[in-house]
């Protein structure tokens, strides 16, 4: 038996260690994590959330929390979390019919908690394991550490209650379990409910056995061990059928609270009629959705000072928040920055609640605010002759979305229109949504086609952002605009896709606004293309943004002719679901001469992709880019990376980095990009700021060199100094990348040798591009390498999975570097 379960470890290991190595759909990541007061070490295993639930994704596990202690020949599950489980109707599997048909009862309901998930577990000598979803242990990434603060809760608990932890430990062991808590004590963190004092703690919901098949014991048993150890327990009932647990789950949504509190909502454990445990849970929307609305709001007041208007629920009662808390926010800056850190959040929304005179859930059933509301409400759900329609396409290059949009305003061409974003060549980007708005403003125009490829998420949260400010600037407040996507890449397709697109692109030539492959050539070309393709994000239509869509609309490529196939496709949805915009299907014969009509476009705007300067005579004042550390001799500073190299060369296999590191493949110029005209422009207040202080240190000399008509410089050299170390080496397949260690000022005047306050690095992680190491891979890169190894790997030594490498360089010389600034 104990043969048994080894084996079956071994195997899940080598199932993930596979799936570790697949492309994208299925695939894993591995962490290693060092676990705290012990030498042993556990690999945390994730996957992406939008493989879960997936009839066509088969996962080695569906664990959401799983950590698998480090060993060659006994490798065993030390932490298992739940299998991922979903809200009512968010995939076909939890819709009332199914779970009517599929499941059985007793149904086990347990209140759902609103804090961060901790698990704690065993080592066999009873040294505990506490860890947070996907990590465990110090890190240096963070500064806010979930799985630290829930293991400091829990001595603290145990201490109370005169419990040895290793008792607890070893009964852990020995069960061959994870304990599952929810966290919640808002001096750490605060979320959406209140957990101050008393209420603070560990609320255990769950034990579950440390085994690939997912098994966990019932709640009775669940807190009889929490009184044991002095958890917080869960409340939990059960109800027989699946009726009357649906007719209680709605009541309770219908008021927002159970048993005169507000909760989050409920997790339902019950049986599938193959014997098999299943979870899902009930949400209650309100009054979450207003609380988090008027967070969001005052998030976005403290950042902006931006008043937001265009909320789509519960208008009058924010405007109402905001008129209250910005006065407040106004006077008094630490509460802005607790609030940006997520303290105060509840404190300020119970000051407005007490000033108002009623409760959030008194609010939500107010007669009268229902009617004020009314008065300031878009009903939504209302399709009329006064809806229109705004369409974004979720794209890579090649797709046919161009080809798409003029077939179908071809098709419409008094009421259809169509902006695309290579036409606009300003650097304001959100030009595209205002033009967009413009235009759908229009009277006599019913939809307008957004082009832009929008292959990422934050270009789809960007679209919603950027509508939501400017709506009401270009269109009257009461006119409804459903936001339909247009998918032309589902997730399934994009391995057997690309070869096609790149096929179309390359044909084309250079009948495109910025991708030309005559002028460009063939290599640049294929180098954008696979950048777009690797950076694709697929539409997950539970998830922000993408939940943001009226309707997405799932397109093929592969087909030939796909354009117009897709536009019979689109034509057919909006017929289906939204006839007033298509209210009958044109003839076939139509459809094919618009398409035909198409073909024939020519770009009649050449976009330079990364902008050029627009020079104004009247202006004396240069317009830098970016400010940088820029390195003195790149040679020299190689030799010296390649030395420290060498130096760590027993911990880790380094060749490929030696190798790397050639004449061929390293940049000629070095430097640490300090600050950003981007970040300075739409970063976050720090990057704002810092912009701003480097503008004015360097102002004479922008003024100075701008009065000069012959200055053709792109680079100007100053005399100031930027301090530095290197501490870590950072590469995978497309570049090598230094980072690097710099203080929170670390430039120092050219000619006192004095700290120039408030000027430092901008960016999160301070680096150099050392090397890189495929064609079309840009410097830019290394920002992405840099977010990929903070956020699943801690920055830790090692090879991993996913292709990163990490090389600790030790305690190495501080150095320096010359500031300059790039136009």
Known sequence: MVDAIADDFKQLVEDLEAAAKLPKRGKAYKTICQISNCEKKVSSWKFNEWDYGKNNIRLPVNARGLFILEHSQKPRIVVRGYDKFFNIDEVASTSWSWLTSNTVGPYEVTVKENGCIIFISSLEDGTLVVCSKHSTGSRDDTDRNHSVAGEKFLMKQ??????????????????????????????????????????????????????????????????????????????????????????????????????????????IRCKKVDGKTFFFKFKFEEPYLMYRQWREATKKYIATKSRVFSFRKHRFITNKYLDFVIPLLDADPKLCDDYMKDFGIIKLRKMFLLDFGLTGVEILNSEKIKNLEAQNAIDYQVVDENTKFLFIPIATIGCGKTTTALTLTYLYPESWGHVQNDDITGRDKSLLMKKSLELLGQEHVKAVIVDRNNHQFRERKQLFEWFADLKEKYMPYDCNVKIIALSFLPYEDIEETSKLTIRRVLARGDRHQSIKVKTDGEKKVLGIMKGFLNRYQPVIVDQEPDSMFDRVITLNVREKNSSLANVQEILRVLHDHYPILVPEIPLVEKIRSAFEKSLLYEPKITKVVGGGKKHNKESLKLKPVYFSAEIPDSKVFLKYIRGLCLEQKGSLDISAVLEGLQ????????????????????????????????NKRYSDTLIKLGASTAQQTARIQTNDKVLFRIIKLLWDENIIT???????????????????????????????????????????YSNVLCQAMSENHGFQEGHFADGT???????????????????
């Open 663 to 694: 004449d061929n493949t390293a940049l000629r110029k070095m430097h640490i990009t300090l600050s950003h005209v981007g970040s300075g422009k739409k970063g976050s207040k720090k990057q704002r700021d810092m912009w701003c202080e480097f």
């Open 158 to 267: 145990l201490q109370a209650s005169g419990i040895d932890p290793k008792t607890l430990g070893l009964e852990l062991y020995h069960m061959n379990a994870t304990a599952v808590a929810e966290y919640c004590d808002d001096s750490f963190e605060e979320h959406i409910l209140e957990y101050t004092k008393d209420a603070a703690g560990l609320y255990i919901h769950g034990i579950n056995q440390n085994e690939r098949i997912f098994k966990t014991m019932p709640m009775h048993e669940v807190n009889n061990f929490a009184e044991r150890y002095g958890f917080k327990k869960i409340e939990h009932f059960t109800h027989s059928d699946i009726t009357s647990l649906r007719k209680f789950l709605e009541e309770c949504a219908n008021v927002g609270t159970f048993r005169d509190k507000e909760i989050e909502g409920f997790v």
């Open 805 to 823: 490498n990490c090389l600790e360089l030790g305690n190495t010389a501080s150095m320096d570097a010359h500031l300059c600034i790039n136009l």
């Open 738 to 780: 230094a980072l690097a260690e710099v203080a929170d000022e670390c430039i120092t005047d050219g000619e006192s040798g004095e700290i120039v306050r408030h000027l430092g690095c901008a960016n999160d992680y301070a680096h150099i591009t050392l090397a890189l190491l495929q064609p079309g891979v840009k410097p830019f």
